[in-house]
């Protein structure tokens, strides 16, 4: 099983940057199915992008050419890199894993992303 712990959050004006990351220990990293979720407050959570162990990617259409999701099996590390930030984006961010095949998923802690003049 993995063990996922995110890195990357901050404060930053809008139309600023800020890449994620999401730490991964424990075995089998390239197979999982890694994501990105946020929840602001007062609101459910939400999926932001996924990338599956094939590489193939989606991202919701809220942050579409926005935001990018990436993945590095050799460091098992997946990212969020994230342009043009809005205030809307304000929200904590988690890192999804999953494994279907053994109907295993884990979150990590969240990381806080704060858009704000």
């Known amino acids: 099983q993995v063990q996922l712990v995110e890195s990357g959050g901050g404060l930053v004006q809008p139309g600023g940057s800020l890449r994620l990351s999401c730490a991964a220990s424990g075995s089998f990293f390239k197979i999982y199915t890694m994501a990105w979720y946020r929840q602001a407050p007062g609101k459910q959570r939400e999926l932001v992008a996924v990338v599956t162990a094939g590489g193939s990617t989606n991202h919701a259409d809220s942050v579409k050419g926005r935001f990018t999701i990436s993945r590095d099996n050799a460091k098992s590390a997946v990212y969020l890199q994230m342009n043009s930030l809005k205030p809307e984006d304000t929200a904590v961010y988690f890192c999804?894993?999953?494994?279907?095949?053994?109907?295993?998923?884990?979150w990590g802690q969240g990381t806080q992303v704060t858009v704000s003049s």
């Open positions: 999804h894993a999953r494994r279907d095949s053994i109907g295993f998923e884990t």
